[in-house]
């Protein structure tokens, strides 16, 4: 399975799809990119006059690229089978360091911990454009067909 086949499968779609371009994936972890637009509607009330990505959002992101992309690239034999691959995060511990402003482009390294009975534990890592670390913890997750 491709990065773009892998794109093409994801369950989401705007406003909540969160992943621009996957630019490395192997079975041990990903590297994938998402910039958060201008327009977004949570920056609308997060806050007021002082747009910042929820962290949320921050998670939310980590698990698409991090988590989801990398299982069904994982899963790719069994999940092109099916039409509707259902996911559900089961856990995520993440410390933040730095905001995510509008238009900020980051970048999300996963690296795969454990993969056992569908459910899939990775560390995750998430940088800004000058590569600092912005927020990283781990993240699990389960896919069933």
Same mark, same amino acid.
């Given at each position: 399975? /491709?990065?773009?086949?892998?794109?093409? !499968?994801?369950?989401?779609?705007?406003?909540?799809?969160?992943?621009?371009?996957?630019?490395? @994936?192997?079975?041990?972890?990903?590297?994938?990119?998402?910039?958060?637009?201008?327009?977004?509607?949570?920056?609308?009330?997060?806050?007021?006059?002082? +747009? @910042? /990505?929820?962290?949320?959002?921050?998670?939310?992101?980590?698990?698409?690229?991090?988590?989801?992309?990398?299982?069904?690239?994982?899963?790719?034999?069994?999940?092109? /089978?099916?039409?509707? +691959?259902?996911?559900?995060?089961?856990?995520?511990?993440?410390?933040?360091?730095? +905001?995510?402003?509008?238009?900020?482009?980051?970048?999300?390294?996963?690296?795969?911990?454990?993969? !056992?009975?569908?459910?899939?534990?990775?560390?995750? !890592?998430?940088?800004?454009?000058?590569?600092? &670390?912005?927020?990283?913890?781990?993240?699990?997750?389960?896919?069933? &067909?």
């Amino acid at each position: 399975m /491709t990065s773009d086949q892998i794109l093409k !499968r994801l369950p989401y779609q705007d406003p909540f799809l969160f992943v621009d371009a996957i630019e490395a @994936i192997s079975l041990a972890g990903i590297t994938g990119h998402y910039t958060f637009k201008h327009d977004h509607y949570f920056y609308i009330g997060h806050f007021k006059n002082n +747009p @910042i /990505t929820p962290g949320v959002i921050l998670i939310e992101c980590m698990a698409q690229i991090g988590l989801v992309c990398l299982g069904m690239y994982i899963m790719k034999d069994e999940i092109s /089978t099916h039409d509707n +691959p259902k996911i559900a995060l089961t856990s995520s511990q993440v410390d933040f360091y730095l +905001p995510v402003l509008p238009g900020d482009k980051v970048t999300v390294i996963s690296e795969k911990d454990v993969f !056992r009975f569908n459910k899939l534990k990775c560390k995750v !890592r998430m940088y800004n454009a000058e590569e600092e &670390l912005v927020c990283c913890g781990q993240i699990s997750g389960m896919i069933s &067909l």
